[in-house]
């Protein structure tokens, strides 16, 4: 089965379940999206010591794509509107909760870059000899 075969499928509910299927799947992905990249957005600033922070940037950036992705396929393929039981508000409530869990996965990333920078200007400050 391709990739896009099994997102569509996804986004339809699968095999099994109501048209809610889909959405309540792109809700959970986005949610934990947000929850990856509140988590290692706290590791960037020092409030979590374990963990790597530009490890979870990517999960949460990568998480949140693939939830607005599957919210996206679902609205595109159910039929009805919102209040018919086919998931549509949740669906649309999925897009932003994805782009935020993306959002938050860049800023991490960002942020980890600006540390990691900021450490190794220091760490070169600290050198016998260096100006």
């Known amino acids: 089965m ?7 499928m996804a986004a339809e509910g699968g095999v099994i379940g109501d048209g809610r299927t889909g959405a309540n799947l792109a809700l959970g992905v ?22 790597n922070a530009r490890t979870g940037g990517v999960a949460a950036v990568a998480a949140g794509l693939v939830g607005t992705a599957l919210a996206v396929l679902h609205l595109a393929t159910s ?5 018919t039981g086919n998931g549509m508000v949740g669906a649309v409530v999925a897009i932003p909760l994805g782009l935020i ?7 991490t990333l960002t942020r980890s870059r600006h540390t990691e920078r900021t450490a190794a200007r220091l760490e070169h400050e600290r050198e016998p000899g260096s100006a």
Do not use: E
Not at 79 to 83: I, L
Not at 101 to 107: I, Y
């Open 101 to 107: 869990a993306a959002a938050l996965g860049r800023r």
């Open 2 to 8: 391709r990739a896009a075969d099994a997102l569509i």
């Open 30 to 51: 986005g949610l934990i999206g947000v929850v990856i990249g509140r988590l290692a957005l706290a590791r960037v600033a020092g409030r979590i010591s374990t963990g």
């Open 79 to 83: 039929s009805g509107g919102p209040g």
